[in-house]
């Protein structure tokens, strides 16, 4: 320990770590909003909770029903009906030049976006075992309490577990 920090009390140590604990649960939160700002902007087309969408065709009879031609029904290609979503008719495509360039750009770029929500998550992930780690650390300075009992160990991806007697509040 420095010289300096002998001459602060415990009330106060208790107060800069108190404003260090504020300090990264405000990290935490910017994380977590830039990470569903991304993942909105991203659609998450693999991800399991996404909710799936219908569409419901009615024909007339079962022959039709073998005929049905989804793609010409949708007026899109069958590339686009296997993506499952955002549909973009041939009438809008038709007016449109794109390039292979244009497609290795759009690839690139959702690449480069899925790495930074990938890094966003990681540290966000790192922000929650700090921010836990911390609590405890903050409520095993509170002499008015009795002692906890110690239920798990920390590592550096967990943050120690305690267990406090229960006490009726009075």
Not at 38 to 59: A, G, M, P, T, W
Not at 65 to 74: A, I, M, N
Request: glycine residues 2%.
């Amino acid at each position: 320990m420095r010289d300096d920090d002998k001459e602060l009390t415990a009330d106060e140590m208790k107060l800069m770590q108190t404003q260090d604990i504020a300090y990264i649960q405000q990290k935490r939160v910017i994380e977590m909003k830039k990470i569903e700002k991304l993942r909105q902007s991203l659609h998450l087309i693999e991800c399991e909770d996404r909710v799936k969408n219908k569409h419901i065709f009615f024909v007339d009879n079962k022959s039709d029903k073998k005929v049905f031609d989804f793609g010409k029904r949708l007026k899109t290609s069958e590339e686009l009906l296997e993506m499952g979503y955002s549909f973009a008719n041939s009438e809008r495509l038709n007016g449109k030049n794109v390039t292979q360039s244009d497609v290795q750009n759009v690839i690139h770029l959702r690449d480069k976006s899925y790495k930074e929500l990938a890094k966003r998550m990681e540290r966000l992930k790192f922000l929650d075992i700090l921010y836990h780690k911390m609590d405890v650390k903050k409520k095993l300075l509170n002499k008015k309490e009795s002692k906890p009992k110690r239920v798990k160990k920390g590592s550096s991806t967990r943050a120690p577990q305690f267990k406090w007697k229960t006490e009726r509040k009075r």
